[in-house]
Each structure stands twice: as structure tokens, then as C-alpha cells.
T-cell receptor, first 113, second 114 residues
Framework: SQTIHQWPATLVQPVGSPLSLECTVE??????LYWYRQAAGRGLQLLFY??????ISSEVPQNLSASRPQDRQFILSSKKLLLSDSGFYLC????????????FGSGTQLSVL | AQSVTQPDIHITVSEGASLELRCNYS??????LFWYVQSPGQGLQLLLK??????LVQGIKGFEAEFKRSQSSFNLRKPSVHWSDAAEYFC????????????FGAGTQVVVTP
């Protein structure tokens, strides 16, 4: 069966510090990968998605970037965090064919102080 | 572009009572519709989905949802709520060519009282 791992679960970072959140998927090959952000009291906002190694599409211009160095690894980064980057970040994957059905990781609560 | 509205931000229901969560969508073609549930501090779990066919969809944990094209709705129901159903519920809509770019509603927080 497929599993998705996302870490860390919680992160507190000062403004201006770098960020690296990692997500890996097991039990499937060539998945579509996604980063979503959830702000308090709001729905989920798609930040990035990837259909293959090195292929990244950005949905919202912002202070963040994403990379996919391996087939089942997806990384969310920032060089300098802003207060507005605080939120709950969720990684997700979908099959290449049934690509609308998303499977989510357990999320990372990021607090930028 | 598609959009989703969940009119109820917060719902309180007694254990054993029925639950209905509303979801209205806006999309020009036949949408792909989903309900997800999120426990505190956790990721989202898929409850059910509608792509085509029978408009009454059965999901996990005893939930069901009905697609009503005339009302642009996809309401979630459960006949008898358990305390473990306390969570946040998200409706989402996607288009066939939109990859995993689902549009999520703002969510409905469900509180279950004894």
C-alpha cells in the first residue's frame, strides 16, 4: 500500500530564516505531488504541483519554492521566511491516471515569529 | 474557474443525531466533487467522491453525499453521528483537466455533544 511521510510535524522559525519541508511517498511510482497551505479558518490553497522529477508548477507567486529531486520526494523551501508564511502545510500525492483524488500527509504546522 | 462554498462555518450536533453539511459549487461543466475530513493537527482523509453515475454516493465511516446538478450542491449526510465524527469537513471541486488542483471550501467545523 502507498504511504506518504511529511516532516517535521511542527516547526517554529524566526523571520528571515530559511525553510525546508520534506515529503516522501512510498509504494507507488511517478506520482503527482502537491504542496497545499491551510491558513487558520480558511480552506486549502494549492502552492505547487509536480508531474515528474524536476517539473514544478507554481500556482501562487510568493516567497516559497519547491523542488522534486527524486521521483517520490517533494521539498518546500524558502530562503527567508516572512511572518505571512505561517500556516499548516500539507503535502499530497495522486496517481498519474486518477489524478484528482488526493492523498494527504499529516501536515507541518509552521509558526514564523 | 470553479469555486466552492460551505455556508456553515460551525455546526454543533448531539451524538446519535443526524448531520448534514452543505456544499455549493460553481463550475461550468460536470464537476468532480469530493468530501474530505480533517482531525485536529492532521492531514485530510477522503470520505467520498463523485465523478459520474449514481448521484447518491456512499463513503467511509457511514457518510453519504448527494449530487444535485439543478441546485449545484453536493451535501454530506450521516444518519447518526458518533463522537469520533467531531472534525473539520472540507468540500472540494475539480475539473477533469485540472490535475490535483482542487478548489476547496473554507471548511465546516463539527462539534459533537454528548
Amino acid at each position: 500500500s502507498q504511504t506518504i511521510h511529511q516532516w517535521p510535524a511542527t516547526l517554529v522559525q524566526p523571520v528571515g530564516s530559511p525553510l525546508s519541508l520534506e515529503c516522501t511517498v512510498e509504494g507507488t511510482s511517478n506520482p503527482n505531488l502537491y504542496w497545499y497551505r491551510q491558513a487558520a479558518g480558511r480552506g486549502l490553497q494549492l502552492l505547487f504541483y509536480s508531474v515528474g522529477i524536476g517539473q514544478i508548477s507554481s500556482e501562487v507567486p510568493q516567497n516559497l519554492s519547491a523542488s522534486r529531486p527524486q521521483d517520490r520526494q517533494f521539498i518546500l523551501s524558502s530562503k527567508k521566511l516572512l511572518l505571512s508564511d505561517s500556516g499548516f502545510y500539507l503535502c499530497a500525492w495522486s496517481h498519474t491516471r486518477d489524478r484528482l483524488e488526493l492523498f494527504f500527509g499529516s501536515g507541518t504546522q509552521l509558526s514564523v515569529l | 474557474a470553479q469555486s466552492v462554498t460551505q455556508p456553515d462555518i460551525h455546526i454543533t450536533v448531539s451524538e446519535g443525531a443526524s448531520l448534514e453539511l452543505r456544499c455549493n459549487y460553481s463550475y461550468g461543466a460536470t464537476p468532480y466533487l469530493f468530501w474530505y475530513v480533517q482531525s485536529p493537527g492532521q492531514g485530510l482523509q477522503l470520505l467520498l467522491k463523485y465523478f459520474s453515475g449514481d448521484t447518491l454516493v456512499q463513503g467511509i465511516k457511514g457518510f453519504e453525499a448527494e449530487f444535485k446538478r439543478s441546485q449545484s450542491s453536493f451535501n454530506l449526510r450521516k444518519p447518526s453521528v458518533h463522537w469520533s465524527d467531531a472534525a473539520e469537513y472540507f468540500c472540494a471541486v475539480g475539473a477533469g483537466d485540472s490535475w490535483g488542483k482542487l478548489q476547496f471550501g473554507a471548511g465546516t467545523q463539527v462539534v459533537v455533544t454528548p
